[in-house]
């Protein structure tokens, strides 16, 4: 017989296990990813849906995990080219332990009207706790808006917090030419459009910030105009030991396009993925490189979403063995969340999730053969759940349990739980009085009853 014809053999977790049957051993679970114990899997959902307070639309945002509760500071107001007086003007804050219920913790950070940088709007934040001092240390983009000509100068500061509520701007560091604290960085490179003429070219904006644990450098990706400006734009990336000074490493240049921007970095695989808003359909692009500083880019392509519906500014968290990507939806302008699966090959999808606090298991991890863990789901798909990984009243170590019970390894009853020879499927031992293997019949007949004695052979 030939094998399964695996194009035949859908393999959603690509865990090397097919639902259908003819394909080898059933796999029992190839699109679900998170389990409660008591009550098996968790219902899928499309996405997580946070509702900015007071129904504000919402812009670029940062995602923060501190234990079981999860923050999200987003650009608070309305689309600045339509509502310029109002938009942009603070950061939302809103937390949640399910991704169901968001509780709104008030407005977290504000322009700074005495500032010539950040004084008309703030923009794009991203957080990350750093070991080093015990602070959180967030990014975001503060801009000025010349009174005469109406163009925009953008540059990325910074601010601390010890307790994501309170946050105070750096005063280390500085942008030259500029006053007000905060400043760390522009976009003044050789190879950008900074100092040519018109209302765009001096784009400096959707700071993202991760450490490198390998290294231990901090690296940003960051969104500009290239020179000469002609109206496209370019993922960057910079360098940094102390997260005030940063150096430029030049553009990653498979992301030039006529929209590149809020780029989101993340590791897996032993690889560096980015993810960034384009312009076409479904709106999320991905590329990976072997390094931060390798510049090997892989050729972008597009994360399969909705495309009726323009996903932008993605952010991506890692919560511990899954990923979560959130988004905002162009045009209801609230944050949205989904699973975001990485296959072998380093390829990402988006799939359904479920509440935050059911706990994650991961599809790939359930299979015939699989490990069974204590979750609540048959993880090595032989029908029965958490088997052998609970407590079993096992006294005498041989694996069968008194009473017999389903987290004992063995499953059947254990008739003498102070022996560990004694126990189903033991050998029967003829002659002794005793039911070695817990079938009920001492020396059983069928086991113990005179044989035919076997012919004794002579040598001829």
């Given at each position: ?6 194009s035949a053999c859908p393999d959603l977790d690509f865990d090397g296990f097919s639902l259908r049957a003819a394909c080898g051993p059933r796999d029992c679970s190839d699109t679900l990813d998170f389990a409660d114990p008591d009550t098996g899997w968790c219902r899928p959902l499309s ?414």
């Open positions: 017989m030939s094998p399964p014809d695996k996405a997580l849906v946070c509702q900015p307070a007071g129904n504000w639309p919402a812009g670029d945002f940062a995602i923060v995990r501190q234990g079981a509760l999860l923050h999200v500071f987003y650009i608070k107001g309305p689309l600045w080219l339509d509502y310029p007086a109002t938009h942009g003007k603070s950061f939302g804050h809103q937390t949640t332990v399910d991704g169901l219920a968001w509780l709104d913790q008030g407005d977290a950070f504000a322009v700074n009207p005495a500032s010539d940088w950040d004084r008309d709007y703030v923009w794009a934040p991203s957080i990350v706790f750093n070991p080093g001092d015990g602070l959180y240390h967030m990014f975001y983009a503060g801009v000025v808006v010349d009174r005469a000509t109406g163009w925009h100068t953008e540059r990325i500061g910074s601010a601390t917090s010890a307790d994501l509520a309170h946050w105070t701007r750096v005063t280390a560091g500085g942008c030259a030419g500029v006053t007000g604290p905060g400043c760390v960085m522009d976009g003044d490179v050789p190879w950008g459009a900074w100092d040519e003429p018109g209302p765009w070219r001096r784009q400096c904006r959707d700071p993202f910030v991760i450490k490198d644990p390998a290294s231990s450098h901090w690296y940003m990706a960051w969104s500009t105009a290239p020179g000469p400006f002609n109206n496209q734009g370019v993922i960057a990336l910079a360098r940094s030991d102390d997260l005030i000074h940063w150096t430029d490493l030049g553009p990653i240049a498979c992301t030039l396009g006529a929209k590149a921007e809020s780029g989101t970095l993340f590791l897996n695989g032993g690889r560096v993925h980015l993810l960034w808003t384009v312009t076409s359909d479904g709106g999320i692009a991905h590329t990976s490189a072997s390094g931060f500083e390798a510049n090997d880019w892989t050729s972008p392509v597009l994360i399969p979403g909705n495309g009726a519906v323009l996903q932008v500014a993605p952010e991506v968290l890692d919560m511990g063995g899954w990923y979560l990507l959130g988004w905002v939806q162009e045009a209801l302008r609230d944050l949205r969340f989904r699973y975001l699966q990485m296959s072998p090959d380093g390829q990402a999808f988006q799939r359904p999730i479920a509440r935050l606090d059911c706990p994650w298991v991961g599809a790939d991890n359930v299979h015939p053969g699989a490990v069974e863990v204590a979750n609540g789901v048959d993880d090595n798909c032989n029908g029965l759940v958490d088997e052998g990984t609970g407590p079993c009243a096992d006294q005498d170590g041989d694996f069968y349990g008194a009473p017999a019970s389903v987290h004992c390894s063995l499953l059947q009853t254990d008739c003498d739980d102070t022996n560990p020879d004694i126990h189903p499927f033991a050998e029967e031992i003829c002659g002794n009085g005793i039911d070695e293997n817990c079938d009920g019949i001492i020396d059983n007949p069928d086991m113990c009853s005179p044989r035919m004695p076997l012919p004794i052979r002579g040598i001829y």
